[in-house]
């Protein structure tokens, strides 16, 4: 690597005038953009950056030296955090393309801009290395990130004009640069507020990746431009007069909907684009700022909606209540001329730089590195919470909740004590709860919005207060992984069911090894491998597990290890549907009437075959239901929405049978309701009367547990069918006291 002694001195490189009339072009661009500006710094890394890459060309047939000179022009103009952050993008390259040592440029430049070089080099060295997979590459962006917020904002330019110039790549890589770019950096930017980069990168990639697609939403765009400007025109005309008449220092102007955006909406509402009616947005930006701008915005507001009438449920108020991201600004939607609906948007010229430019705009309007700590370390905080829990193994699944996290819309709740916490859309009181704390999230019981018990899956709405239940004795259900939407909830709680299972292995070894040594058995772990996948059990693991479980019994295995029971031998082939139908074809026969038999498989009647109702999510007539042919030979019915559905039926698809109800009657089948509410005496009583004697149901079990005045309680019982078990829950909801009846899952 070279050191600093080999460089050449200021007067020894020749930079061609061209490239100098650029840096000047860049440093104006500073002083225009940038609260302080070392150009000493600046032209040094230009002349080091210059150097560095004096032999090296671009695709386009440019000297290399042109790009990241177009990267700190992006970096001043369209992040515009700070000098270091422009040099830092002269230099990004150096260390990773070139023989500079980092040494080197902490020699010349400091720690501080060493810091954010090694970032930028790691995250290269990344995303060019086709060993690792993708999220393993999303991990170490983010953990780069979180060095220095800095390595991540020049990133966002270095790939933005990496893209502007991308038709001078071959075709394979353009696709694999813009499916990366839709997929993570434009998401990342949004989460980060930078909204003008955010939208060129979706548009750029968007270009690439469906072609067709841009170019039909393109040109619809242009031919409508001539119509829709002058309604835009027609639109702003009185307003603009108002806002004068009343001494407001405003910008007005209508902002088109970048073509990526619109194309989403198409794709959501299955619209063409001539109905889509919020293509374009009018946008009123005000020069006052301070408390004084916010009121401001209130007032503008109350003079659109004067001369236009509103649309109440369109409203949103993001300056008392921020986006996650900084973003603050008034929208309303209103009815234009001609009835056309029209989004109006109110924010003052803060708000607005903060709404192009995010994290970024904080620095110009915070006094002192204090405050700049402070903003970054909130930013931070959001990435280390990503980072916590995952799971070498979860990788991929990482990766998805984290885009799913980055592009959800937001909602806004309240706790009881009025404090505001924002969730993606979708969330439920169990992602409140484990966005509260992770302890609230480990023990939430149950929850209550606006004062009403709610069921843990239901979605929460902007506005709602929520208050969650907690008990000592409670822990996470796994079934919450399947409503659950935020990282942190679905980690803990994966991280929790994991734990449990090596319990439950650790368990099974251990009553494995009583087992056998009371049998007085001798087999090696090889040998229990080989029985093991003769059991058709994946590995040893799942072994112990079922029998941690008590799922398998371990005499049972003993047996079978003796040669004491004598199972016909197995085979791959003997799980085939075709196959099994021919082992219990004796046991099918034509529906009878007289017949006291639940199920039709394969298109008939079961009368004598073996079928088991699976505990874990207890079906009953009415229920999307499948089988599932057991080691034994049982079928096993599960319910579609069962939380084994998803396994049995992608990876054990051979073993999966057509089961459907024979609606015949007088067959009983145990279901579960999980009750809540408000603790009192004679509670249990209304409970039972109402289900015994009112409904005449039998009850096989019932559990009540109560804390703080709350009641939460799981009723075992027989019904008929889906309607029997509806009728119950409806009757349940009418007892005094009862806030939340719903069916459980065991």
Not at 493 to 501: G, V
Not at 627 to 653: E, Q, W, Y
């Amino acid at each position: 690597m070279i050191q600093a002694s080999a460089v050449p001195q200021k007067s020894e490189i020749e930079i061609d005038p061209k490239y100098e009339e650029r840096l000047e072009e860049l440093l104006s661009c500073c002083r225009t953009h940038l609260p302080t500006v070392d150009e000493n710094m600046i032209r040094r890394a230009f002349r080091l950056s210059y150097w560095a890459h004096r032999n090296d060309w671009r695709e386009s047939g440019e000297k290399y030296v042109s790009h990241p000179l177009r990267v700190a022009t992006i970096v001043a103009r369209d992040i515009g955090l700070d000098d270091t952050s422009v040099a830092a993008a002269l230099l990004h390259d150096v260390v990773e393309d070139t023989e500079l040592s980092l040494d080197l440029i902490r020699d010349e430049f400091g720690d501080t801009m060493a810091t954010i070089i090694d970032g930028l080099t790691k995250i290269e060295g990344v995303f060019s290395s086709q060993k690792l997979g993708q999220a393993e590459n999303v991990r170490k962006l983010m953990l780069s990130m979180a060095s220095d917020l800095r390595v991540i904002l020049v990133k966002f330019a270095d790939r933005l004009h990496n893209m502007r110039t991308i038709e001078a790549l071959p075709k394979k890589k353009q696709l694999q640069k813009a499916s990366e770019t839709q997929e993570l950096f434009a998401p990342l930017a949004h989460r980060f507020g930078l909204f003008k980069i955010k939208s060129e990168l979706e548009d750029l990639s968007f270009k690439v990746l469906d072609p067709e697609a841009y170019t039909h939403i393109v040109d619809r765009l242009e031919e409508m431009a001539e119509q829709r400007e002058a309604y835009i025109a027609g639109f702003i005309e009185p307003l603009a007069e108002h806002l004068e008449e009343e001494g407001f220092e405003f910008d007005i102007k209508g902002r088109v909907k970048n073509v990526y955006s619109i194309h989403r909406k198409m794709e959501r509402k299955n619209k063409p684009i001539d109905e889509i009616y919020d293509i374009f947005a009018i946008r009123v930006i005000l020069q006052s700022g301070g408390r004084k701008g916010k009121e401001d915005c209130w007032r503008v507001y109350s003079l659109v909606t004067d001369l236009y009438k509103p649309l109440p449920e369109r409203f949103r108020d993001f300056i008392s209540v921020p986006k996650s991201n900084g973003y603050q600004s008034l929208h309303t939607t209103v009815f234009g001329p001609g009835g056309r609906r029209v989004e109006v948007q109110v924010r003052t010229q803060e708000m607005h730089e903060v709404a192009e430019r995010g994290v970024a705009a904080h620095w110009k309007y915070k006094e002192g590195t204090e405050n700049v700590d402070e903003e970054m370390e909130r930013f931070l905080e959001w990435v280390r919470d990503l980072l916590e829990n995952p799971e070498p193994e979860e990788a991929t699944e990482f990766v998805k909740e984290f885009r799913l996290n980055l592009y959800d819309e937001e909602i806004y709740v309240f706790t009881p004590q009025g404090d505001l916490l924002t969730l993606p859309q979708g969330a439920t009181p169990v992602d409140f709860a484990f966005k509260v704390h992770t302890e609230v999230g480990m023990q939430c019981l149950g929850a209550k919005v606006n004062g009403k018990m709610v069921p843990l899956s239901q979605e929460l709405e902007s506005g709602d207060q929520v208050e969650v239940i907690t008990s000592e004795k409670q822990n996470p259900s796994p079934d919450w992984i399947n409503f659950v939407v935020t990282h942190k909830a679905r980690s803990r709680i994966r991280k929790w069911t994991n734990e449990e299972r090596r319990k439950a292995v650790e368990l099974g070894k251990e009553i494995w090894g009583k087992t056998k040594d009371q049998a007085d058995l001798e087999i090696s772990d090889q040998d229990l491998q080989e029985v093991a996948h003769e059991l058709k059990f994946p590995d040893l693991q799942q072994l112990f597990y079922e029998i941690g479980k008590g799922l398998y019994d371990s005499d049972e295995l003993v047996d079978y290890i003796k040669g004491n029971t004598q199972p016909e031998e197995k085979t791959v082939e003997e799980f085939d549907e075709e196959s099994l139908r021919e082992q219990y074809e004796q046991f099918l026969d034509a529906a009878q009437e007289t017949e006291k038999q639940a199920l039709v498989i394969d298109g008939e009647v079961q009368k004598d075959l073996a079928v088991n109702y699976a505990s874990c999510c207890n079906p009953i007539p009415g229920d999307e239901v499948f089988g599932f042919v057991s080691k034994t030979g049982t079928v096993n019915i599960h319910r579609s929405n069962c939380r084994n559905a998803s396994d049995l039926l992608v990876n054990k698809a051979d073993r999966i049978l057509d089961v459907d109800w024979s609606h015949q009657k007088d067959v009983q089948f145990v279901a579960a309701l999980r009750l809540m509410g408000e603790d009192r005496v004679g509670m249990v009583n209304d409970i039972t009367t109402v289900i015994s004697k009112n409904l005449k149901t039998n009850i096989r079990s019932i559990t009540i547990d109560t804390e703080d005045g709350i009641f939460s309680g799981t009723i075992m019982l027989h019904v008929s069918d889906l309607e029997h078990l509806q009728r119950l829950i409806e009757r349940l909801k009418r007892i005094d006291g009862i806030q939340g009846v719903y069916r459980f899952k065991e």
